[in-house]
């Protein structure tokens, strides 16, 4: 699809004389909506025709990734990082969809190919295995996260550019194909939104048969067996994980043990807070946008209701349809005239301060904490000693991945229940139902005592008696949110045991 140009040159046109501006928008349309041309005409390419948008972008998301500074989901670090780190330095947490073959190696592994690099080249400092992660408000804070999600948004936004759609320059069926079975193979459910795309190309094809035997066959069959050999290397046993996912996910629905929503949720709370103020211009751009891109909006629709049939829902699942969207956005700013500058005005305003505000404020607390676990490691001469207890919702915080080093540490587990007990809790779970009982019952021992503890706010008046008994003193405190719930505090604590002291008063 060719966009970035069109919408480049829409944006600025209204800077020209409004009566020059009427008579040529009578004889001529932006390119975003122009047929393709001739073939006399240069065939579009992946970088368009505007290098200089590009470059703009590029340089925009470069920023982007030294503007995001705080965590959304544990999938980010727990499914990406952590695995990639245990791989090349065999040490690192490897949850349970892992001892379940619910998860496959193939993306993990672009992140272990660069901490390998950088180990080989004796640069494998934390803040350089920090730059893998360099690689709307929501898309800004959801771009440059090492979440499997981010990577399918991508392989989509690239496989619709080779998408044969009426009035694309570049249509290319093996390319475009390939990238949808290479998201896929990372995240199952990325074939959703494909479904009815996939369905339109085969139902237009003439050529049917060949389409099938020539092209989805042989590019399924080649990267479904990547994703095997990948995964037999890791595993040690031939796994299909797709197949487990889809499993889990779709056909038992267990992903409900992290939380239910009712059916509506996706249409009342989770579309509209991913659009955010692009909402109403998404509405208006539906009624205006030409009948080609109506299966745009048929596939925005298809994957809101699959994903509302499955209990479990995070707005994270419908971030791959929000391209689609900004496709309506842009008709509707293009139609508008005396309202044009205010509108846009509106949307970026709108936008960068929720974008800014939930990218460098709003939970950073469990990424500051865990670098200042790591400056400990590497400024502490007691460190070999040392050791910690993450007394927090499980997950809350990355783990070796931005430590790097071998710290004992240790956190409250919560996998999901797999043999069907009824009443079935998790350790967090029951640490949460009386936690200062349970770590009297944990710790009656006083030489199996963590040296640092890091809890929330939340937490620290009811296991105070705990606290103090042990010797424990706070060293430090780092600002979380300014939304607190449930167990998650306003801010994180950090405590350290002073045995020091202890026997000096005794």
Partial sequence: MEQEGGNGRLFFRGLQNRSHEKMKLRKRKSTLYLSPPNSSERSGDLLGENI???????TLRICNCFLVQTSFVPDEYWQSLEVAHHMVFNYGYLTWEWTERLR?????LIFASIYKILHLLGKDSVQLLFFCQLCSWFTWYCCTRTLTNTMETVLTIIALFYYPLEGSKSMNSVKYSSLVALAFIIRPTAVIPWI???????????????????QFLPIGFITLSLSLIIDRVFFGQWTLVQYNFLKFNVLQNLGTFYGS???HWYFSQGFPAVLG?????????????????????VTVLWTLLVYSMLSHKEFRFIYPVLPFCMVFCGYSLNHLKTWKKPALSFLFLSNMLL??????????????????????????????????????????????SHVHYPLPMRFLQCPPDLTGKSQYLDEADIFYLNPLNWLYREFHNDSTLPTHLIIFSILEEEISAF??????????????????????????????RKLKRKLNRS
Wanted: hydrophobic share 40%; proline share 7%.
């Fill in 261 to 263: 929503h009712p059916w």
């Fill in 467 to 496: 606290l103090i008994s042990s010797s424990y003193e706070r060293t430090a405190v780092f600002f979380h949110t300014h939304l607190p719930e449930g167990r998650t505090g306003s801010h994180i604590y950090v405590y350290e």
């Fill in 355 to 400: 974008a800014f505000y939930t990218g460098l404020v709003h939970q950073r607390g469990t990424l500051d904490v865990m670098t200042h676990i790591q400056e400990l490691c590497y400024n502490n001469p007691n460190i070999s000693s040392a050791s910690v207890f993450i007394m927090m919702p499980c997950h809350s915080t990355p783990y070796y």
């Fill in 104 to 108: 496959g190696y193939t993306y993990p």
């Fill in 196 to 214: 009815p795309l996939v369905f339109r190309h085969f139902w237009q094809e003439q050529k049917k048969l060949d389409l099938i035997l020539y």
């Fill in 52 to 58: 200089y948008l590009v470059l703009f972008t590029i």
């Fill in 277 to 297: 103020t692009h909402l109403p211009f998404f509405i208006h751009g539906c009624f205006l946008a030409p009948k080609r891109y109506r299966i745009l909006l």
